[in-house]
């Protein structure tokens, strides 16, 4: 079992920046890759960024390439989301999620940090 729990969302301007954590507590040595996904309201949810813990590869959505940076530190371990220049569309509930393998779907998932970007 790991646990997940998501920080650091918050009401910030259009154009600002915030920092999400995710740290991660339980079976950790299980977990090769973690990630971060939204859900928009009345959207389903989508990704946003993940991560190989062993050697630091990371993936993003389209939408948030060169604004948002994925980040991790192994020795906690947590993983964090750099957010700039945010937009309004940015406005979602953040999940953090983790898995085993790096490939398929993810096997825990955090509760959820709101991040709301004001026009």
């Known amino acids: 079992q790991v646990r997940l729990v998501e920080s650091g969302g918050g009401l910030v301007q259009a154009g600002g920046s915030l920092r999400l954590s995710c740290a991660a507590s339980?079976?950790?040595?299980?977990?090769?890759?973690m990630a971060w996904f939204r859900q928009p309201p009345g959207k389903e949810r989508e990704f946003v960024a993940s991560?190989?813990?062993?050697?630091?590869?990371?993936y993003y959505a389209d939408s948030v390439k060169g604004r948002f940076t994925i980040s991790r530190d192994n020795a906690n371990p947590t993983v964090y989301l750099q957010m700039n220049s945010l937009k309004p569309e940015d406005t979602a509930a953040y999940y953090c999620?983790?898995?085993?393998?790096?490939?398929?779907?993810?096997?825990?998932w955090g509760q959820g940090t709101q991040v709301t970007v004001s026009s």
């Open positions: 999620a983790c898995a085993a393998g790096r490939l398929g779907g993810y096997d825990y």
């Open positions: 991560i190989i813990l062993s050697g630091g590869s990371t």
């Open positions: 339980g079976r950790t040595f299980t977990t090769s890759r």
